[in-house]
């Protein structure tokens, strides 16, 4: 008798727990660190040359 009353227990906190709000993660310095990543990947891969083609012709 005390197992399904310890179930059921465990079920409302973790659905409670499960339904709460989600957190902001606007994390500015993050963010930031992304968008530079992003532009140095574009800076490398934009004047790069696909495999096996050559640049200069």
Same mark, same amino acid.
């Given at each position: 008798m005390i197992i399904p009353v310890v179930a059921a227990?465990?079920? &409302?906190?973790? &659905?409670?727990? @499960?339904?709460? &709000?989600?957190? @902001?993660?606007?994390?500015?310095?993050?963010?930031?660190?992304?968008?530079?990543?992003?532009?140095a990947m574009e800076r490398t891969t934009a004047g790069a040359a696909a495999p096996g083609e050559r640049s200069g012709r």
């Open positions: 227990v465990a079920a &409302a906190l973790w &659905a409670g727990w @499960a339904q709460r &709000a989600p957190r @902001a993660t606007g994390d500015p310095a993050s963010l930031a660190e992304h968008r530079r990543f992003m532009a």
